[in-house]
């Protein structure tokens, strides 16, 4: 039964899905979000938080390009932290707490209230193809809906299987089916399917919580929005709390490792080194005598905590003593027990760079269904994923980011380019160009590529211009003022120079430009001999990233390539030079050779 | 993977060298390649471009005549401005040049001339399939050097420096990525202190080590011995070819002379010079400077092949010679056999080696005779060499690659401790990848999985 055509169609509404369809639908085209259910929407299946190291970084960076994270996260934050205060600003980072329930409402909001996107509630269950191109999705129900572009989103719920003690049952998330049907049906399509594992720990009803027990952690002062259309938040923050657990736990945990599906073998899929469940941690440290668990609130009325630090396996009965063991918890009531979830995914090594696949033209993959943990890595591919859907259609060049440009840059070439053995989540550290990437130039990086996307409003556009002014404005103050016969801009630079000291510089201070505006110009000055040093090795990096592999290149026919290489380079099939020199165990005369073949092939046609 | 932009520069390929058997040619390619020889490079004349000028170089105090080849580009070999100093040299001296050349170049890694030519559209299709392969053959080799050199001492101190950058920039990638767990992974103040015992070990590196091999990254071999004493034969005979003026006449070798020899598992450089014997009342200037010269170059090279006349009667002379040769690793070659009867042979030899102290090698040039042994012989001690076995292991070798290195890697040291001390991990965290990534070998590496590694095995992290 066809129920209509669109131009994209969207599978899941988790954080990728609602950036792919908000993307898609904004560019103009007739966008279509298949989810299970519309109340689910952009729901925190994990921490009730957004943002944090790195991650803080890429919401601003999906928030400049014109994405939607930055503003839901700004209106319904209840406790705003800016992370790594006392350290460099290239590594400072926004991190909040969420009210969960307002989140997902202000999500579906938007999309709702968009224009071109049209919400189904369904189970996906078949990818339609002809010729090895997508031409729309059937539905479990037999509803059918064409298109030319296809959008895979569905996080952990392809082949779901939720582990509670030695209980397990076909899952994608707590009380939702999994989705066997879409794997199968990726899985026929010739895509490769991989398997990993996560864990989410238990919630708890506040009401029975003792918070005299625990200690307070405090929001900032001055709460720093994620957006660059918001100056401030003036809502009241709530806080955060924190207990540890003592060896009397480790040792309940010990003595029942035998009950846990991580270690009975019930669990075979790997989970991430980044975020161990307890079990793991009491096993793996057994000489360390506590460990931190953060008690979360998940809403603005208080009524749930997330417990975070104890994401488990464990029983229902193993639970329930730990939580009763726990300084503050000793009787909390669980309201929802923690689990762990094995899934399939799509090493994304069989992606091209603007997230299509190649088995199959005209479908695309974003989130977790790529390898990724996190709600910010799953919205920046979302984001990549329905601009170029988009793009793809109208036969425009892909949006494809550099290293150099963006951590979402880092994170797509970081997937297809290195075999991942557990989910991949960013760190500040996997960025070479660390100290361009920042939290606080994010607009100045990626908003006009947002603006010639097409993704970028004229409020947002007007608002970046102006800021932009305001910095120069600055920038050329410090310049012009000395202190002891030096420019301030070059005080700056010192290693332990205060700039508050230098912001109160009256010529400074008569501008009354907004506090965001003013950092942003120290920054650039403190860092500007780095930058400079780091723009010839991206000069140099951008050289080998310019040339660009072409598709029907076949390495095996490559003369004098080494076998190694020919293998590494046709599995991995890298977009540009540069991507094939990052392959572990391709060496530079490798490249040499490729390069030469290309010259070669070049000049004979 | 080569960048195209910048200037190259390295020592002429020995087929070049081979035109001129005794010449030494540095060739220099890219945009800066004049302003990296006109510092070098002096002449009275106009600079003819394109086109050959005289004139001479000064290196270290000492000057030298040479030729200098200027091409602008886009009309010369590379397409790109190309220039080329010729002179005559030991292997010592060209590393000098080099050494120079190199603070305003960086070395040209194997085919990488030809493949600017080919890129700049200088050479034809079968041409750059010659490329492909010297280039892809280089690399087998590199490989294999680099596994070779893994051995060496030098190799296991640099490793081990290496993994002590990694190591504290782990823990400062931990304080950046994970602060909010409850660990301090590393005070500013540790920070410091280890960054500053890296940094000294380094200097140790450069201080306690540094002696330049008579070609980039070969070992090399010497020819030593009493003029006449049948050095050149030797040589050729090694390798295979005749490369030195070979006459009858005592001391006919002014310069040094080189060659690559294969050897099964290795290379190394075989260089021939004048006799050492003392300096004759009759002998002019340039057998003096001759003499001097293959003094110095004797005292680089890893290995010598200590030659001597088997058909003399007195082998006193030799053994005074024998005493002016500085290198610990030297093997006694008796040369000439085929001049002595067959039955006399075992004496000779017993007589030699009660003269000198040590059991010969016996040859002969003519016949061939004890050539592969010899050969053998090489190899094996320069395998003993690299890989640390016997007494050389204790010092370290390191050429001048490996000396640019390690200096530049102090630098980025030094400025590292700056940072940490005021507070700037992120800052300092750049640099010392900087250095990590300058000492690092032939392979790319995934240097962040190692940062995570680190810290995911030693740290509890994570919610």
């Known amino acids: 039964m066809n129920m209509g055509a669109f131009d994209c169609i969207v599978i899941g509404g988790g954080h990728a899905g609602v950036e792919a369809a908000w993307a898609a639908c904004r560019l103009g085209a007739r966008t279509l979000l298949i989810t299970m259910r519309r109340d689910t929407i952009a729901k925190m299946s994990c921490n009730p938080a957004i943002g944090g190291l790195a991650k803080g970084q890429i919401v601003r960076e999906i928030d400049a390009l014109g994405g939607l994270m930055g503003l839901a996260i700004d209106a319904t934050g209840i406790q705003f932290r800016l992370l790594n205060r006392s350290k460099g600003p290239a590594v400072q980072s926004p991190r909040a707490q969420a009210d969960k329930y307002k989140y997902k409402d202000y999500i579906r909001n938007a999309l709702e209230n968009a224009d071109n996107l049209t919400i189904h509630e369904g189970v996906a269950a078949d990818i339609l193809t002809s010729d090895g191109a997508v031409t729309g999705v059937a539905c479990l129900d037999g509803t059918q809906f064409a298109a030319p572009t296809v959008i895979v989103t569905a996080g952990t719920f392809l082949r779901g299987v939720m582990h509670v003690g030695p209980r397990q049952w076909a899952g994608g998330r707590l009380d939702e089916p999994a989705s066997n049907e879409l794997s199968d049906s990726l899985r026929r399509l010739g895509l490769t399917i991989g398997r990993l594992k996560t864990g989410t720990p238990p919630r708890l009803d506040a009401a029975t919580v003792n918070f005299d027990e625990v200690e307070v952690q405090p929001g900032d002062d001055e709460p720093m929005p994620f957006s660059f259309l918001n100056e401030r938040i003036d809502r009241p923050q709530t806080p955060c709390w924190i207990t540890w657990t003592h060896p009397a736990i480790h040792d309940l945990l010990r003595e029942n490792l035998h009950r846990a599906p991580m270690y009975t073998g019930q669990i075979t899929a790997t989970g991430a080194r980044y975020c161990p469940s307890i079990e793991t941690k009491v096993v793996r440290f057994a000489d360390k005598d506590r460990h931190q668990v953060f008690l979360e609130p998940e809403d603005e009325a208080l009524s749930t905590i997330y417990c975070n630090g104890i994401s488990t396996s464990f029983p229902e009965d193993i639970q329930d003593q730990m939580i009763a063991m726990l300084p503050g918890t000793r009787r909390a009531r669980i309201i929802h027990y923690a689990y762990a979830i094995e899934y399939d995914y799509c090493p994304a090594v069989q992606l091209q760079a603007n997230l299509e696949t190649r088995a199959v033209a005209g479908l695309f993959l974003a989130g977790q269904v790529n390898g990724t943990s996190g709600y910010e890595e799953a919205g920046a591919q979302g984001l990549v994923a329905g601009v170029n859907a988009v793009r793809k259609i109208g036969g425009a060049e892909p949006l494809v980011l550099g290293r150099d440009q963006a951590y979402i840059g880092v994170l797509i070439d970081d997937l297809r380019t290195r075999q991942i053995d557990e989910p991949y989540r960013m760190f500040t550290s996997r960025a070479e160009y660390r100290l361009s990437l920042r939290s606080d130039n994010a607009d100045r990086r990626l908003t006009d590529i947002g603006r010639s996307v097409g993704l970028v409003d004229d409020t947002r556009w007007q608002t970046y211009l102006h800021k932009v002014a305001g910095v120069e404005q600055v920038s050329g103050i410090l310049k012009q003022v000395r202190r002891d016969g030096k420019p301030l801009w070059q005080l700056l630079k010192q290693p332990d120079c205060p700039t508050d000291g230098i912001l109160a510089e009256p010529a400074i201070q008569m501008l009354n430009l907004p506090n965001e505006v003013l950092q942003a110009a120290c920054v650039d000055a403190k860092y500007e001999g780095y930058l400079v040093r780091q723009q010839q090795q991206i000069a140099g990096f951008r050289n080998l990233e310019n040339i660009k592999l072409p598709a029907w290149l076949d390495y095996r026919t490559i003369s004098h390539l080494r076998y190694e290489a020919k293998e590494k380079l046709a599995a991995f099939q890298p977009h540009t030079l540069g991507q094939a020199s990052r392959i572990g165990g391709i060496t530079p005369a490798d490249v040499t050779v490729i390069q030469i073949h290309l010259k070669k092939n070049h000049s004979l046609k | ?463």
């Open chain 2, 1 to 463: 993977m080569y960048e195209t932009g910048d200037t190259i520069c390295a020592v002429g390929s020995a087929a070049a060298a081979q035109a001129a058997a005794c010449e030494s040619i540095i060739r220099v390619s890219g945009p800066g390649a004049f302003a990296a020889v006109a510092d070098l490079f002096s002449t009275e004349r106009p600079i003819r471009c394109p086109g050959v000028t005289t004139g001479a170089i000064a290196v270290d105090g000492l000057t030298l005549d040479a030729a200098l080849y200027a091409f602008a580009g886009p009309r010369s070999y590379t397409g790109e401005d190309l220039a080329e100093l010729h002179f005559f040299a030991a292997g010592c001296v060209v590393e000098r040049v080099m050494a120079n050349l190199l603070s305003r170049t960086r070395p040209a890694g194997p085919g990488e001339f030809t493949l600017r030519a080919y890129l700049n559209g200088r050479i034809d299709l079968s041409q750059a399939e010659a490329v492909a392969q010297v280039v892809a053959g280089s690399n087998m080799v590199q490989v294999a050097a680099a596994g070779k050199l893994l051995a060496g001492k030098l190799a296991q101190t640099i490793a081990d420096l290496r993994r002590r950058i990694l190591d504290l920039l782990s823990l400062l990638e931990a304080g950046m990525d994970f602060s909010g767990e409850d660990i301090i992974f590393v005070t500013p103040q540790e920070a410091v202190a280890s960054a500053g015992h890296i940094r000294s070990a380094l200097q140790q590196v450069l201080d306690g080590g540094i002696r330049y091999e008579a070609m980039i990254d070969l070992p090399s071999v010497g020819l030593a011995g009493a003029s006449n004493a049948g050095k050149s034969s030797l040589l050729n005979a090694l390798l295979g070819q005749h490369r030195s003026i070979v006459s009858d006449e005592r001391a006919t070798t002014r310069d040094v002379l080189t060659g690559m020899l294969e050897l099964q598992q290795c290379r190394c450089i075989l260089f021939d010079c004048a006799g050492l014997g003392p300096p004759e009342s009759s002998a002019g200037l340039l057998d003096e400077l001759g003499r001097q010269a293959a003094v110095e170059a004797i005292n680089a090279a890893e290995l010598v092949l200590f030659c001597v006349d088997l058909s003399k009667d007195d082998y006193t002379e030799d053994a005074r010679i024998r005493e002016l040769i500085a290198c610990d690793n030297v093997v006694l070659v008796g040369t000439k056999a085929d001049l002595q009867a067959a039955t006399d042979l075992p004496r000779k030899a017993a007589t030699l080696a009660d003269a000198l102290g040590d059991t010969p090698v016996i040859t002969s040039a003519k016949t061939a005779r004890g050539i592969d042994a010899l050969g053998d012989c090489i190899e094996r001690m320069l395998i003993e060499l690299t890989t640390g076995a016997g007494e050389a292991a204790d010092r370290i070798t390191i050429n001048q690659r490996h000396h640019t290195v390690v200096c530049q890697a102090t630098e980025y040291l030094d400025q590292a401790i700056g940072e940490l001390a005021g507070k700037n991990d992120e800052i300092a965290a750049m640099l010392l990848r900087s250095a990590y990534e300058r000492l690092a070998g032939l392979e790319k590496e995934d240097i962040d999985e190692a940062i995570l590694e680190r810290i995911f095995s030693n740290f509890c992290i994570g919610k």
